[in-house]
């Protein structure tokens, strides 16, 4: 069966800060990726999101970057963390698209509490 | 543009009360997706439904019912005979047919906290 990993659970770090979460998921092949950041309060925002090694695509614009190096891991970074980066961050995954699209659910992990103080 | 809204922020309820949780949304595509997701206090989405446009049937799962209405753009989730293990937020989310390779980006309404009361 498939699972996604997702750590670390809870991260307090200072502003200017650097930044690194990571996610893997098993049981599955070429999966589609994704980062979702879920401010308090408010809805989940998707972030980035990965169909294969190395494409990434940015859906808003932000101090943060996402990498992919291997077909399983996806990787959510900065240089420089921001106060307004706080928030809940949220991995997921979905089977590939195969031809005509289902739009099939997303499988999400378990999320990384950022506080940035 | 692609919308959900879930105007209820919070609601509150005593255990085995029925309640419905309320979603609208905006599409301009005619071939869509709606999902509802579950997060309990741990933090992790949990899947619940997935509906296709095409499919106005409306959905029961156990305790669980999803009332779709095009004519309205809605897409309604009621907890029958609620418990406290169903306190959580509750999100309702949309997301567009992708042709020609792409990925499932699912657009999230804010989300409604239910809190079931003993």
């Known amino acids: 069966s498939q699972t996604i990993h997702q750590w670390p659970a809870t991260l307090v770090q200072p502003v200017g800060s650097p930044l690194s979460l990571e996610c893997t998921v098993e049981?599955?092949?070429?999966?589609?990726l994704y980062w979702y950041r879920q401010a308090a309060g408010r809805g989940l925002q998707l972030l980035f999101y990965?169909?294969?090694?190395?494409?990434i695509s940015s859906e808003v614009p932000q101090n943060l970057s996402a990498s992919r190096p291997q077909d399983r891991q996806f990787i959510l970074s900065s240089k420089k963390l921001l106060l307004s980066d706080s928030g809940f961050y949220l991995c997921?995954?979905?089977?590939?698209?195969?031809?005509?699209?289902?739009?099939?659910?997303?499988?999400f992990g378990s999320g990384t509490q950022l506080s940035v103080l | 543009a692609q919308k959900v809204t879930q105007a209820q922020t919070e609601i509150s309820v005593v255990e085995k009360e029925d309640v419905t949780l309320d979603c609208v949304y905006e599409t301009r595509d005619t071939t869509y997706y709606l999902f509802w997701y579950k997060q309990p206090p741990s933090g992790e989405l949990v899947f619940l439904i997935r509906?296709?446009?095409?499919?106005?049937q409306n959905e029961i799962s156990g305790r669980y019912s999803w009332n779709f209405q095009k004519s309205t753009s809605s897409f309604n989730f009621t907890i029958t005979a609620s418990q406290v293990v169903d306190s959580a937020v509750y999100f309702c989310a949309l997301s567009e047919a992708q042709y020609g390779g792409a990925t499932n980006k699912l657009i999230f309404g804010t989300g409604t906290l239910l809190a079931v009361q003993p």
């Open positions: 049981g599955t092949s070429n999966p589609n």
């Open positions: 509906r296709n446009s095409f499919d106005e």
């Open positions: 997921a995954w979905s089977v590939p698209y195969g031809g005509f699209s289902t739009n099939e659910k997303l499988f």
């Open positions: 990965s169909v294969g090694i190395g494409q």
